[in-house]
């Protein structure tokens, strides 16, 4: 089993759709949560970072993490064309290195 | 958030040549960085840990001598392919974290084609 698990999709979803990007682990010392944005042969961006349970929001992107069920979620509201991307979903805790999920790729149709 | 520099963004260089990948961090300090290597289609791999100062920590099967890494100053880090051959093309992105060891910022990436 990963220790991150990622549905790779691809994802396809109208303008304006409300998008839900998820991620399941397995290693209890993950206290750390990232979403990464990557545009095709770019660097991932950096979108959020979270270390508590519960949501939290920043415009129209919302990281939710539940630890208890260890699975987190990106929320991607009124998604946009500009929102079309891989997304890495990244988790860290304890000395384990940051570990990534494989990504999921988006495109939002005009 | 933070900005990570990488050059060159592309290279196209024939088999046996060495090729240097640079990364910066322009407005921090990174004693640390880290080299990713990414394929089509897949998510990225950590190759090795840059770190200033000192020798860079490479992960499992990772050729040290393949791919050496140098970290002399704290905005720099570099990684030499040496001898590429085409089966290195690929997709090679570091980053470095700020704020927080686990909050990463990527450079924009060097693809490499090796003829």
């Known amino acids: 089993q990963k220790e991150v698990e990622q549905d790779p999709g691809p994802l396809s979803v109208p303008e304006g759709a409300i998008v839900s990007l998820n991620c399941t682990y397995s290693n209890s010392a993950f206290q750390y949560f990232m979403w990464y944005r990557q545009y095709s042969r770019k660097g991932p961006e950096l979108l959020m970072y979270?270390?508590?349970?519960g949501n939290k929001e920043d415009g129209r992107f919302t990281a939710q993490v539940d630890k208890s069920s260890k699975y987190i979620s990106l929320f991607i509201r009124d998604s946009q064309p500009s929102d079309s991307a891989t997304y890495l979903c990244a988790m860290a805790g304890g000395y384990q290195k940051v570990t990534f999920g494989t990504g999921t790729k988006l495109q939002v149709i005009p | 958030g933070a900005v990570v520099s990488q050059h060159p963004s592309r290279v196209i260089c024939k088999s046996g040549t060495s090729v240097k990948i640079e990364c910066r961090s322009l407005d921090f300090q990174a004693t640390t960085m880290f080299w990713y290597r990414q394929f089509p289609k897949q998510s990225l791999m950590l190759m090795a840990t840059?770190?200033?100062?000192?020798?860079?920590?490479?992960e499992q099967g990772v050729e040290k001598d393949k791919f050496l890494i140098n970290h002399a100053s704290l905005t720099l880090s570099t990684l030499t392919v040496t001898s590429a051959h085409p089966e290195d093309s690929s997709f090679y992105i570091c980053?470095?974290?700020?704020?927080?060891?686990?909050?990463?910022?990527f450079g924009s990436g060097t693809q490499l084609s090796v003829l």
């Open positions: 979270t270390y508590s349970s």
């Open positions: 980053s470095a974290p700020q704020g927080a060891n686990e909050k990463l910022f």
């Open positions: 840059s770190n200033e100062g000192s020798k860079a920590t490479y």
